[in-house]
């Protein structure tokens, strides 16, 4: 007797409407690294080094993001890792970090990432990645 580990298929449009959410949120990611690149200049250098890791995170997010909408239903825990690291950056700096600078910027963008993907995760079936044994 064979049992399936297929996870769940949401109906095509939704897919391909989560996989387009993902794409511009790479993008969006990618389009990043050039407000990163001239911070990296006009840090001092007591920041340069932030500066640096926030560059170098953009790419990482960005191929995370195409990561999963490649394959949405494959990778449990990553939706839910990036959604709580998005949503809690953008509470913080509309709060506790609200008078820092850039803090307005982080806020929003941040906040609307979460939006995105928790809006992709849902439309993906992201959720059902946990129904699918690892090997």
């Known amino acids: 007797m064979q049992h399936s580990t297929t996870a769940i298929e949401p109906p095509f449009p939704r897919q391909r409407i ?6 511009l949120a790479a993008i969006g990611a990618m389009a990043s690294l050039t407000g990163a690149s001239n911070a990296i200049g006009t840090a001092d250098n007591a920041l340069k080094i932030t500066a640096v890791h926030d ?10 993001f195409l990561l999963l909408a490649w394959k949405p239903r494959a990778l449990p825990g990553l939706w839910e890792i990036l959604i709580a690291q998005k949503a809690i950056l953008s509470i913080l700096a509309f709060t506790i970090y609200r008078d820092a600078d850039g803090a307005t910027v982080t806020a929003v963008s941040d906040g609307i990432l979460a939006l995105v993907l928790t809006v992709a995760y849902i439309l993906s079936g992201g959720y059902t990645a ?6």
């Open 55 to 64: 560059f170098l995170s953009f790419p990482v997010y960005g191929a995370l």
């Open 18 to 23: 989560a996989q387009v959410l993902l794409i």
């Open 130 to 135: 946990w129904r699918t044994p690892l090997r």
